[in-house]
């Protein structure tokens, strides 16, 4: 089955369930003070630096001094924050927004509102050792990804080249003791445990091949629509825990990513938090958080056109992103 048929399928199932789901908060009655505004979130995986404004938020109270009653939902491998944003399950969800393009091109009323990383954070992971040097080098040889990953056969047509994929199984172990072994992976995370033996890797960042996706956040239409207030107002507290994760103190959502997430340390936390600074992945060219652009939507959509991934014209960036709930600098 392919992704776009599962993402359907899927789609359907849940959205039998939204009626009476998630609904806000009822009115508080005359005179009394109004009660907090109810945000369901569902992140993409489990509590990681990653998320370390969204927890930092939670922590410090900006929600909260938003008006706001935020529930943080860790994601995991079978997360769907795209259909159960799409059911109203969850108000907010993080995504890929590649896959969330293809999920409004099937029909889920979503809406790209922020970006978590300007930068798609997959990388191509290797040893110091490794031949491969370019996109280029890639020719012939055979790499471990998930095989759904628009990124193959963009930077197959782009660069003329063709190579074997061997599906992702989430194992570092063959990269840490093969030399010419070649493994998808996020920047951000999956390196942590191969530098810690001792083993020097090299990457090559999908970024940097054109194809630039973001790790954005997503937003049912009609919640848009009807609560524009309170998505301004989280999107200010969680720009706010930007700042104060990356340029301030981590340590308060570090204390509840290790509460929370029994499978990440204190080393673990500071490393991926400072390759998520070394690599610029949060801040867009002026320097600001949270930040989308149409540009960049447009340039994804016709990327995905070429590659016969979405059929001509059926998508316009009006169709899959609005910025007009973003803190202005």
């Known amino acids: 089955m392919t992704v776009a048929r599962l993402l359907a399928l899927v789609f359907a199932v849940l959205a039998a369930l939204q009626t009476g789901c998630s609904r806000p908060a009822p009115a508080a009655a005359a005179g009394s003070p109004a009660a907090p505004f109810k945000i369901a979130v569902q992140l993409d995986w489990v509590a990681e630096p990653e998320h370390g404004a969204f927890y930092t938020a939670e922590a410090l109270g900006y929600f909260r001094d938003a008006g706001l009653d935020v529930t943080l939902v860790q994601g995991g491998p079978n997360t769907y924050s795209l259909s159960k944003v799409a059911a109203n399950l969850a108000q907010l969800g993080q995504t890929d927004s590649t896959n969330a393009l293809l999920a409004i091109h099937n029909g889920a009323p979503l809406l790209n509102v922020a970006a978590i990383f300007q930068h798609d954070p997959s990388v191509l992971m290797m040893q110091e050792a490794c031949p491969v040097r370019t996109w280029a080098d890639l020719q012939g040889r055979t790499v471990m990804a998930r095989p759904e990953w628009a990124f193959l056969p963009y930077v197959q047509k782009k660069y003329h080249i063709t190579f074997q ?107 991926s938090r400072s390759q998520i600074l070394a690599a610029h992945l949060a801040k867009d060219s002026e320097g600001d958080y949270l930040a989308i652009t149409r540009d960049r939507f447009a340039r994804e959509i016709a990327q995905l056109t070429d590659l016969g991934v979405l059929p001509a014209g059926s998508l316009k960036v009006d169709d899959v992103m609005d910025d007009a709930f973003l803190p202005r600098p």
């Not at 992702?168 to 920047?187: C, E, H, K």
């Open 165 to 271: 994929i061997v599906p992702q199984n989430f194992n570092f172990g063959r990269l840490a003791v093969d030399p010419a072994f070649i493994q998808q992976g996020f920047y951000t995370a999956d390196p942590y445990y191969v530098v810690k033996q001792g083993v020097k890797l090299k990457y090559l960042h999908a970024s940097d091949a054109g194809f630039d996706a973001y790790t954005t956040l997503i937003t049912n239409r009609a919640f848009a629509r009807d609560h524009g207030p309170e998505l301004r107002a989280f999107l200010a507290a969680l720009h706010h825990g930007y700042q104060t994760y990356l340029e301030g103190d981590p340590a308060p959502a570090h204390a509840i990513m290790l509460r929370i997430n029994p499978k990440v340390t204190p080393d673990y936390l500071t490393w």
